[in-house]
Each structure stands twice: as structure tokens, then as C-alpha cells.
């Protein structure tokens, strides 16, 4: 099934997943355009989809407690397929789609982390890193686990959106001196020349 079959969402709201994942027994965090606006603590833009992040350690975890759920792996280049029950997806799979099974839209997105030694790894360029125990942004008003703003803000960096494009003008003033920096840095070590160098 390609992805341009799959357009159908009713995204669960942060505060849904919470409840969906409270006893999950993992480590999970909102990312995408909801963690950014859970960051500022507002709604800056409507979101079509809801992503939640994961470590690709915990993914049978996570299989086992959707149990009822229909679960696609994303194969690159962007092709879904039932993920079996008991199944370790490949490397290259970083983006699994869920729904309850008899729905015909999909609820929520499961992205894969990678981590190495309790480093969380920049798929990208492994040479950004860092420790999994930095990577969880202050509590927001929800009380949702979130990734941290510059670490999802590096992933929008790469072929940005017009959303995307919006999220950083939305965040990028409201980043502690730190959090900036760090995104500085990362920018320039794997892209040099990216043009949200000149806005950070």
C-alpha cells in the first residue's frame, strides 16, 4: 500500500495518547508540530496527524500493548505493510502508522529513535548525539512527555515545509540561550550552509 492511499487521519490529541500509552512500560515522547506547540504551551497551527517518538529498543513493547491495533511499517521509500506480531523492523524503518483495527483512519504515527549506549543518535548524521535523559522538553501544561524543541526542530530542518517553516518562526524566540545553541550547532556540523542558520 503506498502512502498516497493512506490519506484518511483522526489523529488522536496529545492528551488521548497519554491516556492510550500511560501503562505502556516505555519511554515515548509527543514529537512533530504537537511538541512544539505543547512547548509554548499553545496551539500555533491545526495539526493533521499525530506523531509520538520511540526508542527502536522498545518497539516490542509498544506491538505488544496495541494489541487490537492496526500496525504498517513504512518500508522506504514509502511503501506501508502489516507489521507482524513478533516481527524486528529492519533498520532503514523508522515510521510505523496505527489505527484500531476496523477503522478506516489512522490515529496516530510511530517514529523510531535510534540510540546507541543511552545516546539518542541523529539518523541523519550519527554525529549528533545525545544522552536520551537530555532529549524530554520541560513539562508542558498537558503533562505529556515531549521531545525537546531543538532536537525536533533539527528534524524539520531537513527539506522544510512550509510548516515547517512556521514552527521555527513560531519557536525559535522562545528557545533558552542553550537549546539554541545547541540547534546552531548541529545545523552547522551537518549542514553548513542551511539557511536557518542566519534565523537561530
Known sequence: MGLEETRAWDPLDPTEVAALLADV??????????????YLGRQTRPHADTDVVVLREDLPTVQRHLDGWTLMAADPPGTLRDWEPGEELPSAVHDVWCRPRGSEAWSLQLMVLDAVDDQWVYRRDPRVRRPIATITAPPSSAGVPVLAPEI???HKSHGPRPKDEQDLDAVAGHLSPERRAWLREALRLTDPGHAWLARL
Open 25 to 38: 512500560g516505555c519511554r515515548w515522547w509527543i514529537a512533530g508540530g504537537w511538541a512544539l506547540d505543547l
Open 152 to 154: 525536533q526542530l533539527l
